[in-house]
C-alpha cells in the first residue's frame, strides 16, 4: 500500500515553482472552484488539475485519487438531486434543477480536493516547512507540526492496512457487511494501532531533540527558496484562474 501523498521526485516546471507558490496555485484552483457555477468551468478546471497532475508525471496517482472521490460525489449527486428539487421533472423524480444543482456539487468537491493533493504530490515536506519558516516567518514547530500530520497518516494507514492483513490471513473476516460485527472485529485492531503510533511518535520526538529541533529558526535551513519568474508566473496565473471563477 503505498502512500497517496508521498513526494514524488521530478524536473517539471511544477516541480520548480516555489512550494508556497505551489500552495497558492492549489488555493487559486480551489477558490475559481467555489466561486464558479458554469458547469463547463467546474469540469475544465477539473480538466486542468488533472493535466497539471501528468505534466508532473503524477497523473496515474492523481486520477486513482479522483476515482476513490467517485462514489462520495455520486452519493452528493444523489442528495442534492432528490433532497433539492426544482425545475420539470425528468425521470425517476429527478428534477432538472436538482440535476444541475447535483452535477455542481459533485464536480466542486472533486475539484477542491485534488488541488492540494497534487501540491503535497510534488512538494517535498521539509522544502515546504523551510519555506513556511523563511518566507512566512512561522515558528519551526507550527510548519514541522504540519507537514508531519502529512507523514504519519498515512504510515498509520499502511500500518492498520497491514495488521488487517494479518488478521485476515488468521482467519479473521473483516469483509463483513454487519457493521456492529465490523466494529467489534475493527477494535482489536486499533489497540495494536495505537501503542506503535505512540512508540513511533515517541522515537520522532526523541529523535528530533538530540537534533538541536528546539533550536532551528529561520536561519537553520541550507537551503532557501528565492522567488523566481516563473513563481511570478504562477502567481499572476493563480489570479487569473480566481478572476475566471469569479466572472462565469
Same mark, same amino acid.
Given at each position: 500500500?503505498?502512500?497517496?501523498?508521498?513526494?514524488?521526485?521530478?524536473?517539471?516546471?511544477?516541480?520548480?515553482?516555489?512550494?508556497?507558490?505551489?500552495?497558492?496555485?492549489?488555493? %487559486?484552483?480551489?477558490?475559481?472552484?467555489?466561486?464558479?457555477?458554469?458547469?463547463?468551468?467546474?469540469?475544465?478546471?477539473?480538466?486542468?488539475?488533472?493535466?497539471? %497532475?501528468?505534466?508532473?508525471?503524477?497523473?496515474?496517482?492523481?486520477?486513482?485519487?479522483?476515482?476513490?472521490?467517485?462514489?462520495?460525489?455520486?452519493?452528493? &449527486?444523489?442528495?442534492?438531486?432528490? &433532497?433539492?428539487?426544482?425545475?420539470?421533472?425528468?425521470?425517476?423524480? *429527478?428534477?432538472? %434543477?436538482? *440535476?444541475?444543482?447535483?452535477?455542481?456539487?459533485?464536480?466542486?468537491?472533486?475539484?477542491?480536493?485534488?488541488?492540494?493533493?497534487?501540491?503535497?504530490?510534488?512538494?517535498?515536506?521539509?522544502?515546504?516547512?523551510?519555506?513556511?519558516? #523563511?518566507?512566512?516567518?512561522?515558528?519551526?514547530?507550527?510548519?514541522?507540526?504540519?507537514?508531519?500530520?502529512?507523514?504519519?497518516?498515512?504510515?498509520?494507514?499502511?500500518?492498520?492496512?497491514?495488521?488487517?492483513?494479518?488478521?485476515?490471513?488468521?482467519?479473521? #473476516?473483516?469483509?463483513?457487511?454487519?457493521?456492529?460485527?465490523?466494529?467489534?472485529?475493527?477494535?482489536?485492531?486499533?489497540?495494536?494501532?495505537?501503542?506503535?503510533?505512540?512508540?513511533?511518535?515517541?522515537?520522532?520526538?526523541?529523535?528530533?531533540? $538530540?537534533?538541536?529541533?528546539?533550536?532551528?529558526?529561520? $536561519?537553520?535551513?541550507?537551503?532557501?527558496?528565492?522567488?523566481?519568474?516563473?513563481?511570478?508566473?504562477?502567481?499572476?496565473?493563480?489570479?487569473?484562474?480566481?478572476?475566471?471563477?469569479?466572472?462565469?
Amino acid at each position: 500500500m503505498t502512500n497517496p501523498l508521498a513526494y514524488t521526485k521530478g524536473t517539471s516546471l511544477l516541480h520548480r515553482v516555489h512550494p508556497l507558490i505551489k500552495l497558492v496555485l492549489a488555493i %487559486g484552483i480551489i477558490v475559481a472552484t467555489l466561486c464558479s457555477n458554469s458547469l463547463v468551468l467546474l469540469a475544465l478546471l477539473l480538466v486542468h488539475t488533472l493535466a497539471l %497532475g501528468f505534466s508532473a508525471t503524477v497523473g496515474k496517482r492523481i486520477i486513482c485519487m479522483a476515482q476513490l472521490l467517485i462514489p462520495l460525489a455520486i452519493i452528493m &449527486f444523489l442528495l442534492q438531486t432528490y &433532497f433539492v428539487p426544482s425545475g420539470p421533472v425528468l425521470f425517476l423524480g *429527478m428534477t432538472q %434543477g436538482g *440535476m444541475y444543482d447535483g452535477a455542481r456539487v459533485s464536480l466542486r468537491l472533486v475539484g477542491i480536493a485534488l488541488p492540494l493533493v497534487l501540491m503535497f504530490m510534488v512538494t517535498k515536506p521539509n522544502d515546504l516547512a523551510n519555506a513556511c519558516v #523563511e518566507q512566512l516567518h512561522i515558528p519551526y514547530p507550527y510548519a514541522f507540526t504540519f507537514t508531519t500530520v502529512f507523514r504519519f497518516v498515512p504510515l498509520f494507514a499502511q500500518e492498520m492496512q497491514a495488521i488487517m492483513e494479518a488478521q485476515t490471513a488468521r482467519g479473521v #473476516e473483516f469483509d463483513s457487511k454487519n457493521p456492529i460485527k465490523k466494529m467489534q472485529l475493527m477494535l482489536p485492531v486499533i489497540i495494536p494501532l495505537l501503542i506503535s503510533s505512540v512508540a513511533k511518535t515517541d522515537a520522532s520526538a526523541l529523535s528530533a531533540e $538530540q537534533r538541536g529541533f528546539y533550536l532551528r529558526g529561520p $536561519q537553520s535551513s541550507y537551503k532557501r527558496f528565492p522567488l523566481q519568474a516563473l513563481d511570478w508566473a504562477t502567481i499572476v496565473y493563480a489570479v487569473a484562474l480566481v478572476v475566471i471563477g469569479i466572472m462565469f
